[in-house]
């Protein structure tokens, strides 16, 4: 019997529910991702990661790319979209990198203004990032939580890399500002 183990993209808090059968609406044609894995793609929003002795890792993977598909992307159906985009393109041998910046460049390119829905799937920290202009949370994202060089970040956004040096210092001066108004709003209630 295969090991299975489904997550749901939007449970970002690591918890993970074994099961021997799949879900109602699962796509059962195989995404690719490694030697002997594959990963099956519900409409519902749920990742199956089969044989799973190598899923632990590739399940962190997801998740954090899935992540960072919602900040820079700002809807779940363009996350999801993302995500799957760059799954699909994934080479057999390819690392765990190359599957987050996939991700990345179809986020970017499917952005939209932050929905909702995004907000009540993130903490309050993420959901900050949320709040900025588009241009300044592709920055911050790209150069300050994936830790990318500024040429990386420059060349997927389209800018020069000086911008997105100034852009992700302003970005981080912002986050600064609505924390601040957030923890004053808190006090004077």
């Keep these: 019997m295969q090991d299975l ?18 879900p109602e609406g699962v796509n059962r044609s195989p995404l690719r991702l490694g030697y002997r894995s594959s990963v099956h793609w519900a409409y519902s929003g749920v990742v199956l990661v089969e044989h799973a002795a190598e899923s632990s890792e590739l399940v962190g993977v ?68 949320l709040r900025l202009p588009q241009i300044l949370r592709h920055c911050f994202v790209l150069k300050i939580l994936e830790r990318w060089p ?9 800018i020069d890399s000086r911008e997105v040096e100034d852009h992700a210092c302003l970005a981080a001066s912002e986050l600064v500002r609505i924390t601040t108004r957030e923890l004053v709003a808190v006090e004077s209630s």
């Design 5 to 22: 183990v489904w997550l749901h993209p939007l449970s970002l808090d690591g918890r993970l529910q074994s099961s021997d059968r799949s």
């Design 62 to 129: 997801i998740r954090r790319s899935f992540q960072t598909a919602l900040l820079l992307a700002g809807s779940i159906a363009a996350a999801e979209a993302a995500l799957m985009d760059s799954i699909r393109a994934r080479e057999i041998g390819d690392d765990d990198s190359a599957l987050l910046s996939g991700v990345i460049e179809a986020a970017v390119a499917r952005s939209v203004a932050p929905r909702a829905e995004v907000s009540r799937v993130l903490p309050i920290e993420l959901q900050r990032v």
């Design 150 to 158: 500024s040429e990386a970040c420059a060349r997927v956004l389209g």
